[in-house]
């Protein structure tokens, strides 16, 4: 991926190629200090390893760090894999993707807390004991509230083949400890592919 910073007016300041950690690049996020954090995966194919790099105002690679992320081998039905990043209000970087919990390919939400230095300081799956969810993530995204507390939200999807069952969810955890404090599932459709179609 090619990370590129221009001015308002549309002039180019700079460009960088991004680290093989951020080959696939998903999202980019502008910290306090002015550094860029870019996130992503290393491989086109739903790697198992989830990248960040930050990058200087300049336009300087400054630092990568890569961790791995169980999530290669989905199902084709699944897509693309995600993964959502948010700067938090106490400066800290926050990642949330799915994350698989074995050769079943049970996807439960994955959040990874790091300092602006990249340095891990939180890394936690939230399992179907942690909270009332016994379906697979398709897709997961991430927002903060006035207090801190952190929303958890998405869809997920049916493993089955001969049905499009898609639900809502949304997971909020508590600001700091990230303890689950409330859970909801939204049923939003279940058609068939022929009846899809019929729509």
Known sequence: SLLSKYTSTGV????????????????????????????????????????????????????????????????????????????????????TMPHSMGSNISLVPRLVVLDTELNEVFDRRYTPNTIVLERDLYQIYMQEDASGNLILHGRDKSTASDTLDYFAFMLKLQAGSYEPIDFRLFHTCLLSPSEAADE
């Open 12 to 95: 180019l300041l700079w460009n960088i190629e991004l680290p093989e950690s951020v080959q696939l690049l998903w999202h980019c996020r502008l910290l306090d200090n002015g550094n860029i954090v870019a996130v992503g995966f290393n491989s086109e194919d739903n790697s198992e390893w989830v990248g960040l790099a930050t990058i200087s105002p300049s336009g300087e690679l400054l630092k990568e760090h890569s961790f791995f992320n169980s999530s290669r081998s989905l199902p084709s039905s699944y897509g693309d894999n995600s993964v959502d990043c948010a700067v938090l209000q106490n400066g800290n970087i926050a990642l």
